[in-house]
C-alpha cells in the first residue's frame, strides 16, 4: 500500500496545475491534503467525487483557511474529526480514519506565527500537538498500527532545513517546537523518512520567493510517523519534490498490507 500526504495550499490553486491528473496517475491507496482552503461546495466534482476516489473533507470554519480532505482506493471504516476542543476543531485540521486495524491521522498542524508574524501562535501549535499525543497514546501503548501524516510545520533538527542558523528564532525550528517533536520520538514513533534516508539536503517546502525551489533552499515540514505498532509493516518512505502545484510537494511511505490485519 501506498499511503500519500500533499499539503497543496489551496486545492483549488493546486487543480490548476495539475492535482488530478497527479492523483489519477498515482498508485496511491490513500492520499491525505492539507491546506484545502476551500469548502466542498466551492470545488468542482473533480475534486470532491473522482472517479474511482471515496473523498472526505473536513472544513474550517473561517472561509479560505486551513481544511483537511483524505482521497481513498477504498472507504474507512470511520473517520473521526474532532480532537474534543472547539478551538481546535473549529479550524478544520484532523482526519482520524480506520481501515481495518490500521488508524490513518491526516493532519494540519498549526503554524505558531501570529498575525503580525509575532510567534504568538506557539503556544496553540504545542497544545495541538500535546492533546493529540495523548488521544493516540492509548492505541500507542495496545501495540496499534498508527501512521501520523500531514505538514507539521516543524523542522525537527538541522539537517532539515537549509539554513537552521538563520533560524533559530523562527517558528518552525524553535527549541521549544523540537523539543515537542523529541517528545513524541522518546515515546516511540518514528519518522519514516528518517528511518531510511539519514542525508542532508531533502526537503518538503520551499518559499515561493523566485528561484528558492531551484536552489533548494527548503525546510522539510512533512513527515509520515509511524507507532512501534506500524514499523513492522513499513517497507520504504520518500519525498517527492519533482511533483510542482503548490509550495509543498507530497511526501509517501509504502506499507505491508498485512497492516490492516484480517
Known amino acids: ?47 470532491t467525487a473522482p472517479e474511482g476516489w471515496y473523498v472526505h473533507m473536513v472544513e474550517s470554519e473561517r472561509a479560505g483557511y486551513s481544511g483537511v480532505a483524505l482521497y481513498c482506493r477504498l472507504p474507512p471504516d470511520e473517520v ?90 523562527t517558528s518552525g525550528f524553535r527549541p521549544e517546537e523540537r523539543d515537542e517533536l523529541d517528545r513524541w520520538f522518546a515515546a516511540g514513533w518514528v519518522d519514516t523518512f528518517r528511518h531510511f534516508e539519514k542525508g542532508p539536503e531533502h526537503y518538503t517546502w520551499w518559499s515561493q520567493r523566485f528561484g528558492v525551489r531551484e536552489k533548494n533552499i527548503g525546510w522539510r515540514l512533512d513527515y509520515v510517523l509511524a507507532s512501534p505498532g506500524a514499523m513492522p509493516f513499513v517497507r520504504a518512505a520518500g519525498i517527492l519534490p519533482e511533483v510542482e502545484g503548490s509550495d509543498h510537494c507530497p511526501v509517501f511511505v509504502e506499507v505491508d498490507e498485512a497492516i490492516l490485519g484480517g
Open 1 to 47: 500500500m501506498r499511503i500519500y500526504s500533499w499539503n497543496v495550499n489551496g486545492l483549488r490553486a493546486c487543480a490548476k496545475k495539475g492535482f488530478c491528473d497527479w492523483l489519477n496517475a498515482s498508485d496511491a491507496d490513500i492520499v491525505g491534503v492539507q491546506e484545502v482552503r476551500a469548502r466542498a461546495g466551492q470545488l468542482p466534482s473533480e475534486l
Open 80 to 169: 473521526v474529526t474532532s480532537l474534543g476542543h472547539p478551538d481546535f476543531d473549529r479550524e478544520g485540521r484532523l482526519q482520524l480514519a480506520r481501515f481495518g486495524r490500521l488508524l490513518v491521522v491526516n493532519g494540519y498542524f498549526p503554524n505558531g506565527n501570529g498575525p503580525n508574524r509575532d510567534l504568538s501562535r506557539i503556544p496553540f501549535k504545542l497544545a495541538f500537538y500535546q492533546r493529540l499525543f495523548d488521544l493516540l497514546d492509548p492505541a500507542i501503548r495496545a501495540g496499534e498500527p498508527v501512521l501520523v501524516m500531514g505538514d507539521l510545520n516543524t523542522a525537527h533538527r538541522p539537517i532539515d532545513l537549509a539554513r537552521p542558523k538563520a533560524n533559530e528564532k
